[in-house]
């Protein structure tokens, strides 16, 4: 069985509602499982946050904590962060930066592998977000993971019919899924709930076809 691991750094649980729909409409998908996890905060340290952001992280506290061996231990991968700056967090970046571990650093007759075990499997990225700015740049932080990686990057394109609507003001790109958390009403809306849930059935799909490949 295809087995998904969706990750997620998250601070006032809008990033975390996401990874809750992505898993979802993973296992919308025949066959395929999906396991939450988050990234805490390194050394346990307080989240980074604003003024008069609430955060609510007893959301989430009951999902186990990712490891270094979660990225491998897949056979596809969605991660979430908090759009920090325009990149990811800092406790999404301190996360991956230690996956230098899981390099294959070669030796003089073998050139060096960055995660040889990572290589080729589909990986998808998502958000959140105050508002609407710098969402796909951080997206892109964590492709440009992906493709050091040697990752096959999952994008959302239009396949949610939300994403092209003028009408609406919701997060999600043809990157994907994105939550604007600091909007009146509630967040993240239905609308971006089911643009989060049509992207984990895409990546469900690939990964299907990816683990059942002719070895």
């Not at 394109?157 to 790109?173: E, F, Q």
Request: proline letters at 9%; one cysteine or more.
């Amino acid at each position: 069985m295809p087995k998904i691991n969706v990750i997620f750094h998250s601070v006032s649980g809008g990033t975390y509602r996401i990874a809750e729909e992505i898993a979802k409409g993973v296992e919308d998908i025949d066959t395929c499982t999906a396991t939450l996890l988050r990234v805490p905060e390194p050394g346990g340290a307080e989240p980074i946050t604003m003024p008069g952001l609430r955060v609510v992280h007893h959301q989430f506290e009951h999902v186990p904590e990712a490891k270094i061996q979660d990225l491998e231990d897949c056979d596809g991968l969605a991660l979430g962060t908090p759009v920090y700056w325009g990149g990811m967090s800092y406790a999404m970046k301190h996360y991956l930066d230690s996956a230098a571990v899981l390099w294959d650093l070669g030796s003089p007759d073998k050139p060096v592998q960055s995660a040889p075990n990572l290589a080729g499997k589909p990986a998808t990225a998502f958000t959140g977000g105050g508002s609407g700015l710098t969402h796909d740049p951080a997206i892109l932080d964590l492709w440009t993971v992906f493709g050091v990686f040697g990752m096959t990057i999952c994008s959302l394109g239009l396949a949610a019919p939300h994403i092209s609507d003028p009408t609406r003001a919701d997060g999600g790109s043809p990157l994907g899924a994105q939550v604007f958390s600091r909007r009146p009403g509630p967040h993240p809306s239905d609308i971006e709930l089911a643009i989060a849930k049509k992207q984990g059935q895409i990546l469900g799909e690939l990964t299907r076809a990816w683990a059942n490949r002719p070895k």
